[in-house]
């Protein structure tokens, strides 16, 4: 049988210390997420916390990570059909469609 990849981790927000079970790829994703927002793990735990409605803090986290990743993809997305794109993905297109 496996072991569980979920790891309980100590936080403080507000003033206070409470604990959070997260996988490594959430915890690395929420700290990635802090530092482009240039802001602390704990503010940013802190505003998810106080934005919840129902569930607990680490389902809430998992939540507000996963939404994160979408609007990512969203925007990658909206920047490939607006040809907004890297250059490597612009030539490539140019190649495919000179192909053609």
């Given at each position: 049988?496996?072991?569980?990849?979920?790891?309980?981790?100590?936080?403080?927000?507000?003033?206070?210390?409470?604990?959070?079970?997260?996988?490594?790829?959430?915890?690395?994703?929420?700290?990635?997420i802090a530092?482009?927002?240039?802001?602390?793990l704990?503010?940013?735990?802190?505003?998810?916390?106080?934005?919840?409605?129902?569930?607990?803090?680490?389902?809430a986290?998992?939540?507000?990570?996963?939404?994160?990743?979408?609007?990512?993809?969203?925007?990658?997305?909206?920047?490939?059909?607006?040809?907004?794109?890297?250059?490597?993905?612009?030539?490539?297109?140019?190649?495919?469609?000179?192909?053609?």
């Amino acid at each position: 049988m496996m072991k569980s990849m979920v790891i309980k981790r100590s936080i403080m927000i507000v003033g206070r210390k409470t604990s959070v079970s997260l996988e490594d790829a959430f915890w690395s994703s929420l700290k990635e997420i802090a530092k482009k927002y240039k802001t602390s793990l704990s503010g940013i735990v802190a505003d998810i916390d106080s934005r919840r409605h129902y569930g607990n803090l680490s389902s809430a986290i998992r939540l507000f990570v996963l939404e994160q990743a979408r609007e990512q993809i969203l925007s990658t997305a909206y920047q490939v059909g607006t040809g907004l794109t890297a250059p490597r993905l612009s030539q490539d297109r140019e190649q495919s469609q000179s192909r053609k």
